[in-house]
């Protein structure tokens, strides 16, 4: 019965705290490098779906208001490139696969 209580109380403080023991004085990260994103969007094959607008979890993109590209459509830009995390979603579900993300490290 002993047994049993020590892995409830082990799978408690898993739960509770994300590790077996919580630690007060958690040692900061330091010299750790910095990895931001970078998109590419070729805007003359895009078509304006709207799908990498929808699809980026940091609001990097939107559709052009007032532009048009030679095929007549609104097509993507990087609104907020700043903000870009890297994780390629938008050029994952991209039908015109005109969108390219890089890593940049920054150290």
Known sequence: MELLNFFLLL????????????????????????????????????KGCDLCVVA??????????????????HYAFAANPEKCIGCAACATVCPDACIEVYRVVEK
Do not use: H, S
Request: include cysteine; charged fraction near 25%; hydrophobic fraction near 40%.
């Open 11 to 46: 799978r408690l403080r898993w739960l509770v705290f994300g590790r077996l023991a919580p630690t007060n004085n958690p040692k900061p990260l330091k010299n750790m490098a910095k990895v931001y994103g970078a998109v590419t969007i070729e805007a003359q094959r895009c």
């Open 56 to 73: 980026c979890p940091a609001d990097v993109l939107l559709l052009q208001p007032k532009e048009v590209n030679d095929r007549g459509y």
